[in-house]
């Protein structure tokens, strides 16, 4: 089955504590990209990568680091979270990003 | 910048129609639209490409007028399971690499 995993699905941490939130895809997607949500303000992209080691910034990376070593996965790096990065994320791929995109189940992450 | 969908929140009847906006500041080399339905992930409607391309899916089909920047969302004969928050998202340049920017979402209803 055709899909977009992401691990955790929901976590609470603490100020400072650096934690990775992994995606990966079985699509074999060239495209693959990082938004969070919260209320009021939709969807944004944090980074997204058109293929192996080739990452950019999107809308809002700050305080975000990826990278993208193997076509299928996508690691979103959080090396000293804020209690501002407490929100929705969802991890996508495609190919290209012409074609439809495929949304993860998203991970809510709480930063105390 | 994001681009600005209107009407924030809409409420039909079953086998009403809708129509949703979404207007952009800057040119645009594509429009994605997608629905998300409460708790879920975002699910790819279509894409629509400069060149003032109509599309259709199903009773739902959308237009995309390059000279002024914005993109319609049609909603045809609606039914129970159109409810969601509906995305727009906009490429602006494809040399501007493959960022995506979506609106804040517009929420539809269908009742009964």
């Known amino acids: 089955e055709a899909q977009v995993t992401q691990n955790p699905r929901y976590l609470i941490t603490v100020t400072g504590k650096k934690l990775t939130v992994t995606c990966s895809q079985n699509m074999n997607h060239e495209y693959m990209s990082w938004y969070r949500q919260d209320p009021g303000l939709g969807l944004r992209q944090i980074y997204y990568s058109m293929n192996v080691e080739v990452t950019d910034k999107g809308d809002v990376p700050e305080g975000y680091k990826v990278s993208r070593k193997e076509k299928r996965n996508f690691p979103l790096i959080l090396e000293s979270p804020s209690p501002n990065q407490t929100s929705l994320y969802f991890c996508?791929?495609?190919?290209?990003?012409?074609?439809?995109?495929?949304f993860g189940p998203g991970t809510r992450l709480t930063v105390l | 910048q994001q681009p600005v969908q209107s009407p924030q929140a809409v409420i039909l009847r079953e086998g009403e129609d809708a129509v949703i906006n979404c207007s952009s500041s800057k040119a645009l080399y594509s429009v994605h639209w997608y629905r998300q339905k409460h708790g879920e992930a975002p699910v790819f409607l279509m894409i629509?490409?400069?060149?003032?391309e109509q599309k259709g899916h199903e009773k739902i089909s959308a237009s995309f007028n390059e000279k002024k920047q914005q993109s319609s969302l049609y909603l045809t004969a609606s039914q129970l399971s159109y409810s969601g928050t509906y995305f727009c998202g906009t490429e602006i340049d494809l040399n501007a690499g493959n960022m995506l920017t979506f609106g804040g979402g517009t929420r539809l209803m269908v009742k009964p």
């Open positions: 996508a791929s495609g190919s290209p990003i012409t074609d439809t995109q495929y």
């Open positions: 629509l490409l400069k060149g003032g």
